[in-house]
């Protein structure tokens, strides 16, 4: 097994079998896991902020940093190693509303509907999702399998099928 | 139904609907037509934070000029209890909003989709409103319309009313409620 | 096999929703057919066959609820499983549908997967595998 560790606003992406990406602490930040099963290859992005606009030196120093522009780089980067974009499953974990450094409560939930709109109007579906919430948490990408798995402060790994959202009447 | 309710159950529906399907969040909202006089602040040049509380001035022309290029769409209910809702958003904040819902760039965003897409807010919004409120009654929504901008934004008479701040503009819904003899 | 879904809403835009769902889901979509009330739909129920149909309940001239009614009287329509896509949570009208033979229901406002998986879900159970 080869860990490879994503940091805040980082991403990485690859195809190597051996590969498991891991990112940790996520509070406001999203976690974004996409996973081609054919072509074997695993992206994982930690992402802090909603727009570049609002600090597009910063955007192009780090684009990872916002969604607006780590989204788009990191389903590149994956098409890159042979990922196609209808194979592609994706999930989504964080978004939790804790108070960020400006003493502002709702960047989680800003967070996740501006990714919520990019993968919508790019045409890709989540798969699974665990968001909100008031506690950072940990997750990591099996490449070789597309296994998931979501860690919160104290508790044991659970793992994150490819369909978690179910909000049906039945 | 308590006053205090109706607002609650606006409150919920709208954020429901708004984050649900059109991926906006709603800063901050507050009772009646329209946020009260305000005081404009800006983030900081630099700062990379989200703005802070947003809060906007609003001179009575605009206000005013807001509300002639407003989209508004109005349906009524029948039911226990019967009655109207009315949900207005000045134009572009709707092309955006719209925007969000239908996946595509603003610019794609026909008029009379536009149109649509508040139409079927305040469908959403009104039955999500209903259900919260009277969970065992039976509604029937009639077909929402749009209404001239001329007619205002909010009903006539008794009615409740909130406004939204959306950042880029300000949506507001009121709800009639006529209860049966 | 190719999914052919007739999508039955007075509102085009949330159709288009529907649609965009249906689209990107994986499911292998053939035909979207689209009517804007009851009484469309089961015009063009008559000419083409579907594997679902996806319904809203409040609409003009016949609702969804009326639309339903009929189809679970038909002895062909019966068959074709219904999903139910409506602001109206209210308990009796969830178990009146449901009753008159819904195979799923889904609340407006709804996230995309949301609709999916109850799509999903709906086909299975007809097909036996669920």
């Known amino acids: 097994m080869s860990q490879l560790t994503v940091g805040v606003g980082d991403c990485k992406t690859s195809n190597a079998a051996e590969s498991v990406l891991t990112t940790y602490a996520l509070g406001s930040c999203i976690a974004v896991a996409i996973h081609d099963p054919v072509a074997g290859v695993g992206g994982l992005l930690h992402f802090m902020l909603p727009e570049s606009s609002l600090n597009p030196e910063k955007a192009s120093q780090n684009p990872f940093m916002f969604a607006d522009t780590g ?29 960020d450094e400006h003493g502002v409560f709702n960047i989680g939930k800003r967070n996740h509907l501006a990714l919520r709109k990019i993968l919508w109007k790019a045409g890709v579906m989540v798969h699974a999702e665990e968001v909100g919430g008031n506690t950072s948490r940990t997750v990591r990408l099996e490449v070789s399998t597309g296994r998931f798995w979501i860690r919160g402060p104290g508790m044991e790994d659970r793992e994150m099928t490819a369909s978690s959202t179910g909000k049906g009447v039945r | 139904m308590e006053p205090n309710e109706i607002q609650i159950g606006l409150a919920a529906a709208v954020e429901e609907v708004l984050e649900t399907m059109c991926f906006t969040s709603v800063l901050s909202s507050g009772e009646g037509a329209a946020p009260a006089t305000m005081e404009e602040t800006l983030p900081a040049s630099g700062d990379e934070g989200p703005p802070a509380d947003r809060e906007v001035a609003v001179p009575a022309e605009a206000e005013a000029d807001a509300g002639a290029r407003a989209c508004t769409a109005e349906l009524r209910f029948e039911g226990n209890p019967s009655g109207g809702c009315r949900v207005s958003v000045p ?18 965003v026909s008029d009379s989709q536009t149109e649509e897409v508040v139409c079927e807010l305040a469908n959403m919004i009104c039955g999500s409103v209903l259900s919260r409120l009277e969970s065992e009654a039976t509604f029937r929504i009639i077909h929402p319309e749009l209404v001239p901008p001329e007619r205002g934004a909010g009903f006539e008479g008794a009615g409740s009313n909130r406004w939204f701040d959306l950042g880029d503009g300000i949506l507001t819904v009121s709800l009639e409620l006529q209860p049966a003899i | 096999m190719e999914l052919h879904i007739l999508i039955v809403d007075d509102s085009s835009v949330m159709r288009a929703f529907i649609r965009r769902v249906l689209e990107l889901s994986g499911l292998e979509v053939g035909r979207c057919l689209e009517a804007s009330n009851g009484e469309e739909a089961l015009r063009l129920l008559e000419d083409n066959w579907v594997d679902a149909v996806l319904t809203d309940i409040n609409m003009p001239t016949m609702d969804g609820e009326e639309l339903l009614r009929r189809m679970s009287g038909h002895p062909v329509l019966r068959l074709i499983p219904v999903l139910v896509v409506s602001t109206d949570r209210t308990d009796g009208r969830v178990q009146r549908m449901l009753t008159l033979g819904a195979k799923g229901y889904v609340t407006k406002p709804f996230a995309p997967e949301t609709l999916r998986e109850e799509l999903e ?8 595998t669920e």
């Open chain 1, 71 to 99: 989204v788009p780089l990191l389903f590149r980067t994956a098409y890159g190693l042979g990922a196609e974009k209808r194979r592609l499953v994706v999930r989504v974990v964080g978004g939790a509303q804790v108070m």
């Open chain 2, 91 to 108: 134009w572009n904040l709707a092309r955006a909003v719209g925007a969000g819902f239908l996946g595509l760039e603003e610019m794609e």
């Open chain 3, 121 to 128: 879900h709906s086909l299975a159970v007809v097909d036996g």
